[in-house]
């Protein structure tokens, strides 16, 4: 007889489920809100939004991080490793809005760097269940970045945007350019003082509750979380500026990309020259690298890029790419991921941030043409 034909990600998840993931399948509905505190107003215009019967806002499941992060903390908040393959929604240019997701979640993991170890050697043994890519491994180090910064007293808004501008491929002058304030505007600057500083999700509630106790509901077209979002961004544009010293430190550890072997090399010899206090972010991103090497996964295939960062708030350390080579524009990532100690926290965790990382992987860019 013979046997069914199993597909490319059914394979995946049999592989991940020998490696002791459960599998998960959260609700397709999810409450949009959390998906707008976390990865910002930004996302709005790429997300399938309903109402629920009580007026809430939800949307169709963008995708698994969040909704799997979500019921972890519902069942229990325990060590655990999960898995999932299935459909989630958001605009894409030139894509289809509707597509599958499969990925990996380990939560609650005390061995921080042999945890990032395992999801990448994981996730290159998953991609080998699918047609042979050439394949592009980029690595970054948000931890190490934070690290930085605030060795050189990087105020927290000015980090975050500079974090944001990186995200979206522009430069660090660009983050560090004020805007323009328009002639005859207020610059509002009591609720900027009120929320400068403060955690994005907090400071946009306090600000949406202004609004509402001013009773708005819209100005100009845009919704209270926009208008909210708005004022989030003149906050983080009221940072000082930084020394001409510290952005050339700053622009020198961002100008970093090579083999991750060497670039460790690269990395303490500006730590040591410029002397920056950076003892155990530096510590934590050499012991990663053992634990990589230690899985066989030879490092020089790894490229470091100082400058490589997501654009949502809850990562914390180790991030990585994995790109189809054939299209160098890198708009083919078909898998990514890394740290997010900071998400369970966001949402409702109590006590100290709790640790997690994973990767997804798109099934659809692994199986067709680009």
């Known amino acids: 007889m013979t046997q069914p034909t199993i597909s490319p990600d059914e394979a995946l998840i049999g592989l991940l489920q020998e490696r002791g993931y459960a599998r998960v399948e959260p609700p397709l509905l999810q409450p949009a809100g959390l998906f707008l505190d976390l ?41 655990a490793e999960y898995c999932y393959a299935g459909p989630v929604f958001r605009h894409r240019s030139g894509e289809s809005g509707e597509f599958r997701q499969a990925g990996l979640e380990s939560i609650g993991r005390a061995d921080i760097e042999a945890a990032d170890a395992d999801v990448l050697a994981t996730a290159l043994a998953g991609l080998a269940v699918f047609p042979p890519r050439e394949l592009e491994i980029r690595v970054g180090d948000m931890g190490l970045f934070d690290a930085i910064a605030a060795a050189l007293d990087v105020s927290v808004p000015l980090r975050r945007r500079i974090v944001l501008a990186l995200a979206a491929g522009r430069p660090l002058d660009a983050a560090l350019s004020p805007s323009e304030q328009r002639p005859g505007r207020s610059d509002y600057g009591g609720l900027l003082a009120a929320i400068e500083g403060q955690d994005p999700g907090g400071a946009r509630a306090f600000v949406e509750d202004v609004i509402s106790i001013a009773g708005i509901a819209r100005v100009g077209g845009r919704s209270a979380a926009e208008i909210a979002d708005r004022f989030l961004s003149k906050a983080s544009q009221r940072s000082g500026p930084m020394t001409a010293s510290s952005r050339d430190i700053l622009r020198s550890y961002l100008a970093i990309a090579a083999p991750l072997d060497r670039a460790i090399v690269a990395v303490t010899d500006l730590v040591r020259e410029t002397g920056l206090s950076v003892a155990p972010a530096l510590d934590r991103f050499a012991r990663r690298a053992d634990e990589i090497a230690r899985r066989r996964i030879d490092l020089s295939r790894l490229g470091f890029a100082a ?9 914390t350390g180790f991030v990585f790419e994995i790109r189809d080579s054939a299209y160098p524009d890198g708009r083919f990532v078909v898998a990514g991921g890394g740290r997010y100690d900071r998400l369970l926290h966001r949402l409702g ?5 709790m640790p997690a990382v994973g990767c997804a992987f798109w099934p659809d860019r692994l199986t067709g043409s680009p």
């Open 307 to 315: 400058d490589f960062a997501r654009n949502l708030d809850y990562y």
């Open 349 to 353: 965790a109590t006590g100290a941030e």
């Open 39 to 79: 990865s910002g107003e930004d996302i709005r215009r790429r997300l399938y939004l309903t109402q629920g019967p009580e007026g809430s806002e939800l949307c169709l499941r963008p995708e698994y991080t969040i909704p799997v992060a979500l019921d972890h903390l519902r069942a229990g908040g325990v060590a």
